[in-house]
Nanobody, 123 residues
Framework: QVQLVESGGGLVQAGGSLRLSCAAS????????MGWFRQAPGKEREPVAA????????AYADSVAGRLTITRDNAKNTLYLQMNSLKPEDTAVYYC????????????????WGQGTQVTVSS
C-alpha cells in the first residue's frame, strides 16, 4: 500500500501560479504510475494529468495542456503539479492518485487516493 498526502493548495488570482505536492509513504513510490485529478463543486471528478513510473512520459487533459505540468521525484517520494496561468474554472479540490496497474494514463485505474487540497482561483 501507499499513503498519499497533498499540499500546496490555496487562493490565487487569475493568471497566477501554484505548485501542488503529493508526498507518498509506504510501498516504493517508483513502482506506481501517478496522476492528478480534480473535482469542482457540483461536477464529477476529472483527470488532469498523469505520469509514468520513471517520470519520462506524461499526459494532460486538453483543458490544462500548456498551463499545468506534472513531475515526480522518486528519490523524494513526491509528485508535483506546477500550475501556471490559472483560470477561475481551475477552481476545484485536487487529488493525487497512485496506480499499481501496468502502464499509465488519464483513464488508468487508480488504487490509492489522497485526501485532496483546495485550489481557488479568483477573477
Amino acid at each position: 500500500q501507499v499513503q498519499l498526502v497533498e499540499s500546496g493548495g490555496g487562493l490565487v488570482q487569475a493568471g497566477g501560479s501554484l505548485r501542488l505536492s503529493c508526498a507518498a509513504s509506504g510501498r516504493t513510490f517508483s513502482s506506481y504510475a501517478m496522476g492528478w485529478f480534480r473535482q469542482a463543486p457540483g461536477k464529477e471528478r476529472e483527470p488532469v494529468a498523469a505520469i509514468s513510473r520513471g517520470g519520462v512520459t506524461t499526459a494532460y487533459a486538453d483543458s490544462v495542456a500548456g498551463r499545468l505540468t506534472i513531475t515526480r521525484d522518486n528519490a523524494k517520494n513526491t509528485l508535483y503539479l506546477q500550475m501556471n496561468s490559472l483560470k477561475p474554472e481551475d477552481t476545484a479540490v485536487y487529488y493525487c492518485a497512485a496506480s499499481s496497474v501496468a502502464g499509465y494514463g488519464l483513464g488508468h485505474k487508480y488504487d490509492y487516493w489522497g485526501q485532496g487540497t483546495q485550489v481557488t482561483v479568483s477573477s
